[in-house]
């Protein structure tokens, strides 16, 4: 099982999480004038977060993309889903200029979907070459490993989300390691990440790519129960 956050990464979230509220109000401020207000990094904020991510077990996952998902009309998804990689949820999909609303649910070897009428299934592994839940919350393609390889990270404030108290840290990503989160993106990917001060959760992430266009997610319900059956 991934580590923990080492300690002194712990202790200096625990030091931002007491003065958090004094520089809520900043709406945003150069990286070196943040880091010494908030009291730690934004390369020290991404490996807390990789640390934390990597042991989560369900969340509960939410994506809006202005452009296509793994090369399909998806504009959204929300769904819950579990570090064994069973799933259950909701796709918004484009039909005959229609939005259309697709339930899955994914258990085991099984892939379920029903979009009009009775349900249907594939095998899994003919689903995970469109999507992959499994890979979510895998430590070694996930979310733990999209902060991981984040570069050239920069601090950018504090905000509340969904009353949460988080950091703003925006930074480059690898597409590659994107595409647990955001199938088919390419290219050059850009964003935001929103990062709890204590614990320290990825909270919502907003990419920009010239091929993806604009994509937000938001990760909520953190380690919640999972009660995912097949249909």
Do not use: K
Request: hydrophobic content about 50%; proline content about 5%.
């Amino acid at each position: 099982m991934t580590a923990r956050p080492a300690a002194p990464i712990r202790a200096a979230a625990a030091v931002a999480a007491a003065g958090l509220t004094a520089v809520l109000a900043l709406a945003s401020c150069e990286d070196e004038v943040a880091e010494q207000l908030i009291g730690v990094s934004a390369s020290e904020l991404l490996a807390a977060a990789a640390d934390e991510m990597a042991v989560v077990q369900t969340v509960r996952v939410q994506v809006e993309a202005d452009a296509e998902v793994a090369d399909l009309p998806v504009h959204a998804v929300d769904g819950q889903v579990t570090r064994a990689g069973d799933a259950a949820g909701t796709v918004q999909v484009e039909q005959f200029d229609q939005l259309m609303e697709l339930e899955f649910v994914v258990v085991g070897d099984e892939f379920h979907y029903r979009l009009v009428g009775g349900w249907q299934q594939l095998p899994r592994a003919e689903a995970a070459d469109l999507y992959d839940p499994s890979a979510i919350l895998d430590p070694d393609r996930g979310v733990a490993h999209l902060l991981r390889t984040a570069s050239d990270a920069e601090l950018d404030g504090t905000e509340a989300v969904a009353g949460v108290d988080t950091y703003r840290v925006t930074a480059r990503f690898d597409p590659d390691a994107a595409a647990a989160l955001l199938p088919g993106a390419t290219g050059e990917l850009t964003g935001t990440l929103w990062i709890g001060a204590d614990p320290a959760l990825l909270h919502r992430a907003e990419f920009t790519s010239p091929e993806l266009g604009a994509a937000t997610v938001r990760l909520s319900d953190f380690n919640a129960p999972a009660d995912i059956s097949a249909p």
